[in-house]
């Protein structure tokens, strides 16, 4: 069983960074993205960034040249946030998924709190 464990995350002024981490275990399959969505008040949850195994990298619009997305290793994806804003504050979720026969299958962190606010 797939299990994502994230840390990072909290308070941080308007301008400020914060970096969260999301270390996976019970990855039996070899090929899979690992990534990041959010979910702002009173909106739907939204892509942040995924970085697949092979290096290819996907950004939300909204953080595009602000956030930057890495992998330490193949089950660890991290996420530097720069230049936050107020509208950033919501639960960011690890993510992690598969297809399999054209199936997508995701697997998800229990979420961590972002809060941007003077």
């Known amino acids: 069983q797939v299990q994502l464990v994230e840390s990072g995350g909290g308070l941080v002024q308007p301008g400020g960074s914060l970096r969260l981490s999301c270390a996976a275990s019970?990855?039996?399959?070899?090929?899979?993205?690992m990534g990041w969505y959010r979910q702002t008040p009173g909106n739907q949850r939204e892509l942040v960034a995924t970085s697949t195994n092979g290096g290819i990298i996907d950004y939300g619009a909204s953080v595009k040249g602000r956030f930057t997305i890495s992998r330490d290793t193949k089950n660890i994806v991290n996420l530097q946030m720069n230049s936050l804003q107020p509208e950033d504050t919501g639960v960011y979720y690890c993510n992690l998924f598969r297809f399999l026969l054209a199936v997508r299958t995701d697997y998800w962190g229990q979420g961590t709190q972002v809060t941007v606010s003077s």
């Open positions: 019970g990855t039996t399959f070899s090929s899979y993205t």
